[in-house]
């Protein structure tokens, strides 16, 4: 046989997108992607220049550098494309790379191209595979549509009806209906398509599945074991080491966290969520200056990114007051304010990690007015303090005399973690440290109490048959207590008998879809929130 | 070029990142080379003609200076640990056609016909990555040392797994090369020029993937359907 002479697609209907930094490179894609007849193509050289671009027209497929210089790696742009919906349904998107990379074999559905093509682009290769994905998409449309709806059930259903007849993407298939399982939290229907690919052979995208669904179900030694086997073989699996390093802490083993995560980072440092992660196992081992260098990391790769957010600037500043450098922590503080000009919340925090700056730097007076100053909104959103900052903020606080404030911060902490397993004796032993040991148990029993108490009575009143008042009773309490996740599910699953009894109602699933949205984003790898979204999907008009 | 990375925790990386981004930047450099190379030849009206052939030859060189390439800096990642390797189940007629697209038009511009047998429906366990660098890099040798003929043949192994060989009607490798051709430890200067990479690669390549106890392997011979040489890849 010769190779297949195939004709040339035709594609003067399709528009296209080219990001692509070298200019060389771009001038080969035009040439190839003009002898089908494309006269649609837009260029970008740069991925803040492509998100433009996406953001004012839909095209029919993204060619896109994995490697784009300075600025957004191809990665980067992906992501946020997805993420904002920049990318219609059918859309292809093809990644191209001088080598196979570590990207190609990790993340998730979400975050993984269509496909990857290594140079050097040869016609038939590019015309090959954009065939084959434009088919591919156009199949997956409306299973792509129900995921971005959020009905994993339906988006099941139709895999299964496209599984039933053998085709060409079968295997694409089998490891979407697994990652579909375990976002609808129905670990063990993943498991049984992970365990079937690993009958076949070892392959480590199924191990690491595996693994997940083990640490769903909390089974944090199986999944440990697994992890390893995956991790031991090469560096490049990145999201097995960062799922081995989340139970290896979760099995208290920080050191060993570190490592995992270290390891990942040495393959790929460009991933501001690992930095991070880092950042909190090494400062909890004490590590501060591996600490520091993580969350400096962290703040670089926020500049390019959408999701940049305060937390990074804030832990490194705890990170310099801890080793008593007060004048580097100022430094953080104000970077911060000037990166996050627009964002009220980063404004009043960088304000409030000014507190204790001021007072380890000497300038007693300076902190106490600004306290005096910031108390009253500090008392009544302390919710929006990450943890560790309230923790660091308790110290000055009460040296400065601030009781009612420091009480507030920590109730408000109890109330939205209740179920965190070492909060609470933190707590009470740093009220013991300032001798107040008899304020700090009555703090804990009752912000753990009032998170307890609201579900009780909510449950009790649902039963009661008035869904009314225990729906209120919950909406109040998402007022006072907005970050608890048993809560927020707890909401949601009144919404949703609501909604059985009484019929669908597009602004109860919203508000049910947020409290689990927001449940999710505290607490990824619950499987009660995938378990109501499958409800909430099922509720009938 | 930007600054060099700071020496911190990562800084065992940052000589990696160097070479990655020489070899992503040179591996550009060669693609529009070649594609310059490629519209002469398709523009050049007499294929007996000296510049013709140069062109041809040049052609050649700039896709073994990538085939090295790609090797070189799958071959050090490997050895560092962070290679992704990552066998997949593939449809094999699907790498054959991708594979030969990249040295079509340089059999074309040399005059040799390149065929290939392989059953549509044929699907094997590969590093897609990694098999096509071996395959293509077979391709170009059995290229650069036939007469007029190269064959690739993909198929089921009778033992289990699969069996790729890339054939041609050349003089055959030299008794030597026979001699090592199937051994691992490759040694690194032949007489012939070449360095040994590209069979230590395929070795290597081979030797990564596994199916219970059993693992790859490669060999040379000379025979074959077309007389000439056989470079053969085995995997489980």
């Known amino acids: 046989m010769k190779i297949h002479d195939l004709p040339r697609p035709d594609f003067s209907k399709k528009s296209f997108l080219v990001i692509e930094d070298y200019e060389g490179m771009r001038g080969i894609l035009r040439d190839i992607l003009g002898r089908a007849g494309t006269t649609r193509i837009d260029f970008a050289s740069s991925g803040g220049g492509a998100l433009a671009m996406l953001e004012k027209n839909r095209y029919d497929a993204v060619l896109c550098d994995l490697h784009l210089g300075h600025g957004k790696s191809g990665q980067q742009v992906l992501e946020e494309a997805r993420q904002r919906r920049l990318v219609a349904p059918h859309a292809v998107w093809l990644m191209v790379s001088a080598e196979k990379t570590s990207e190609m074999v990790t993340g998730m559905a979400e975050t993984r191209p269509d496909d990857y093509l290594v140079k050097p682009i040869t016609e038939t290769l590019l015309f090959t595979r954009l065939l084959r994905q434009m088919d591919k998409k156009k199949m997956l449309a409306p299973i792509e549509q129900a995921m971005r709806d959020h009905e994993y059930l339906k988006a099941m259903r139709l895999v299964g009806q496209l599984l039933a007849a053998p085709g060409p993407h079968t295997r694409e298939l089998k490891r979407m209906e697994a990652e579909l399982a375990l976002l609808a939290g129905d670990p063990a229907r993943a498991r049984a398509v992970f365990e079937e690919a690993l009958g076949q052979r070892d392959q480590p995208w199924a191990r690491l599945g595996l693994a997940r669904t083990l640490f769903q179900e909390g089974r944090f030694e199986e999944a440990r074991q697994h992890l390893l086997d995956v991790t031991a073989g090469s560096r490049s699996y990145l999201d097995a080491h960062d799922w081995l390093a989340r139970a290896l802490e979760t099995l208290g083993d920080l050191e060993g966290a570190q490592e995992a995560l270290q390891r990942a980072l040495s393959v790929s440092p460009h991933v501001a969520s690992r930095q991070s992660s880092l950042g909190e196992v090494a400062a909890r081992r004490g590590d501060l200056e591996t600490a520091a260098r993580a969350y400096r990391r962290c703040i670089e790769l926020g500049l390019n990114s959408p999701h940049a957010t305060a937390a990074p600037y804030l832990s490194l500043a705890r990170i310099f007051l801890a080793r008593d450098e007060s004048g580097e922590a100022a430094k953080v503080i104000g970077r911060l304010a000037s990166d996050m000009k627009e964002d009220d919340n980063a404004q009043f925090l960088a304000r409030v990690m000014e507190i204790p700056i001021r007072l380890n730097s000497g300038g007693e007076k300076a902190a106490r007015k600004l306290l005096e100053e910031l108390a009253p909104t500090l008392r009544d959103d302390a919710h929006l303090l990450p943890p560790e900052m309230a923790f660091a903020l308790a110290g000055p606080l009460m040296r400065l005399g601030d009781m009612e404030t420091t009480d507030a911060l920590f109730s408000s902490l109890l109330a939205n973690h209740h179920e965190h397993p070492d909060y609470a004796s933190r707590v009470r032993a740093l009220y013991a440290e300032a001798g107040r040991e008899e304020e700090g148990g009555k703090l804990v029993q009752e912000a753990t109490r009032a998170a307890l108490e609201i579900m009780d009575k909510g449950v009790r009143l649902s039963r009661e048959g008035k869904l009314d008042e225990a729906l209120s009773l919950l909406r109040e309490a998402r007022h006072k207590i907005p970050g608890n996740p048993r809560l927020l599910l707890n909401h949601a699953y009144l919404l949703i008998s609501y909604m059985e009894q009484r019929g669908r109602d597009l602004h109860l699933v919203n508000e049910a879809l947020d409290c689990i949205q927001s449940a999710r984003a505290r607490h990824t790898h619950d499987k009660r929130a995938g378990e109501l979204l499958a409800r909430l999907e099922q509720v009938r008009a | 070029m930007s600054a060099p990375p700071s020496l911190d925790a990562e800084s065992g990386m940052s000589m990696a990142n160097f070479l990655v981004s020489s070899v992503h930047d040179m591996k550009n450099s060669l693609a529009v080379m070649a594609n310059f190379l490629e519209s002469a030849l398709a523009l050049a009206p007499d294929p007996s003609a000296p510049l013709y052939r140069q062109t041809s030859q ?167 359907r077309l007389g000439g040489g056989c470079f053969q890849l085995e995997l489980p």
């Open chain 2, 58 to 224: 040049a052609l050649y060189e700039n896709q073994r200076i990538n085939d090295h390439l790609i090797q070189l800096l799958a071959l050090y990642k490997i050895d560092q640990d962070f290679y992704p390797f990552d066998p997949q189940e593939q449809n094999l007629a699907d790498l054959a056609n991708d594979a030969l697209s990249r040295v079509a038009n340089l059999a074309r511009s040399s005059g040799v016909t390149l065929e290939y047998e392989c059953a549509d429906d044929l699907y094997g366990w590969v590093d897609y990555e990694l098999v096509l660098g071996v395959l293509v890099q077979a391709l170009h040798n059995a290229l650069r040392y036939t007469r007029d003929s190269v064959l690739c043949l993909i198929a089921a192994n009778p033992r289990g797994g699969i069996r790729i060989r890339v054939e041609d009607n050349g003089p055959g490798f030299p008794d030597f090369l026979l001699r090592e051709g199937s051994s691992r430890d490759c040694g690194v200067s032949f007489d012939t020029g070449g360095t040994g990479l590209g069979l230590y690669f395929a070795a290597v390549v081979a030797g990564l993937h596994r199916n219970g106890e059993h693992r790859g392997g490669t060999r040379l011979e000379n025979g074959g």
